[in-house]
């Protein structure tokens, strides 16, 4: 029985091992294996990076001129739409080496390193969460080399550490990107040592405070659309294009966003009807383990925060991954011809494994890819993961998980 396990986790492993050669060839472009036609590839490597001031001398020339905050090394006309705290860590990081290749290949190593310590700590772990892991979206975030994947480091690492530290961690990742302020109250819900965690985060609003003095700056440089993108806005953005170019009729993106709103609540309704049994008993079996219950809450907390705020493109879906993993290893997938677990299956997969499909059309919906839907996807997705959610926090009602 034991050495059954250890040989199917040898196959899990190799199975990796050939994966990630794969991806590394392709990504830095030694063979084509064509894992770029999955997601939308620009130059240079690691965009999103390249918008950031390189150095402290460079932000203060353009304060003083008044100008917008192009970087030096920008290519693509867009201004920097992070907080000026990233220009002090690339003025650092520019002592040494160039900062945004540095920070591109470095996020990279990081999060490859957390896939393998995935398959080697979980040995149940199913073979399907490698394609959650190491999907679509997760591509189009190393090739962008945006920072979330280092706040996505940051939250993990805080659910590990004792609360003060943990309340320190999480300042800083809101710091350097606001939204995961938001995990302040899910991590004051869940930790036992409330006070700690508060004064560790507290010593961290100095940081947040000068973040949000460039709040405006930065969310109104940021480019919004239905295409590759998810959230309640990119769905009302998605429904508004699909109106005018299927029906030549054109609506107000107010009236569509509380179409979006509508229908996302139609369809908790229509799940909680249909697959209620199942609901309970997912959400039962995740709250036999403490630790599936944290990560369920930190995790899909900030993603469900994020997909009603922002339309946010398709590679901050790394924030659902905890999650996604956790249910698929709590659902049972012995028998996928009965209709519900197709069902089930798939809401809980969709935002990753639909983006696997290439469509034989060059022009959806004028985007150049079957991305063009994820908006739709995710927001059917998302409706299901609510519904666990909800029904957790039910079963685990003034619990702490430490």
């Not at 799940?271 to 990560?295: A, D, G, M, Q, W």
């Not at 009603?308 to 398709?314: D, H, K, Q, Y």
């Amino acid at each position: 029985m034991l050495t059954d396990s250890l040989n199917k986790l040898d196959l899990k492993i190799l199975f990796l091992f050939f994966f990630l050669i794969i991806f590394f060839l392709d990504f830095y472009n030694y063979i084509d294996f064509g894992f770029d036609r999955l997601f939308y590839k620009v130059e240079p490597i690691f965009a999103d990076l390249i918008t950031i001031i390189p150095s402290i001398v460079e932000l203060n020339e353009i304060i003083l001129s008044e100008k917008l905050r192009f970087s030096s090394t920008e290519t693509m006309n867009r201004s920097m739409n992070y907080p000026i705290l990233w220009v002090y860590i690339f003025d650092f990081i520019g002592n040494f080496t160039t900062p945004h290749t540095f920070l591109g290949n470095s996020q990279l190593i990081i999060y490859l390193f957390i896939t393998i310590a995935i398959f080697f700590c979980f040995k149940e772990i199913k073979i399907i969460n490698l394609f959650i892991i190491l999907s679509p979206p997760i591509f189009l975030l190393f090739d962008r080399g945006n920072n979330d994947l280092i706040i996505f480091l940051l939250i993990l690492i805080s659910i590990y550490t004792n609360s003060l530290l943990s309340g320190v961690i999480i300042g800083i990742a809101a710091a350097l990107k606001i939204y995961p302020l938001f995990l302040f109250l899910i991590f004051l819900y869940i930790r036992k040592k409330r006070y700690s965690f508060l004064i560790g985060f507290l010593i961290t609003l100095p940081l947040i405070y000068i973040s949000f003095n460039d709040l405006y700056i930065y969310v109104t440089s940021t480019s919004i659309s239905f295409s590759s993108s998810f959230g309640l806005l990119s769905f009302a953005l998605f429904l508004e294009k699909i109106s005018l170019i299927l029906f030549n009729f054109s609506i107000s993106i107010q009236l569509s966003f509380i179409i979006s709103i509508l229908f996302f609540i139609i369809l908790m309704m229509f799940f909680n009807y249909f697959l209620k049994n199942e609901l309970n008993e997912i959400s039962k079996r995740i709250s036999t383990n403490p630790s599936s219950i944290k990560l369920f809450l930190i995790f899909f907390s900030l993603s469900l925060f994020i997909f009603l705020i922002f339309s946010s493109w398709a590679y901050r879906i790394i924030f659902l991954i905890p999650a996604t993993v956790i249910l698929i290893n709590y659902v049972n997938l012995s028998n996928l011809f009965n209709i519900k677990k197709i069902l089930i299956f798939s809401l809980i997969t969709a935002p990753f494994l639909t983006t696997w499909i290439i469509l034989p059309i060059n022009q959806i919906l004028l985007n150049h890819y079957s991305w063009a839907f994820y908006s739709l996807t995710t927001l059917v997705s998302f409706s299901f993961y609510t519904l666990i959610l909800i029904r957790i926090l039910k079963i685990n009602k003034f619990n702490s998980y430490e």
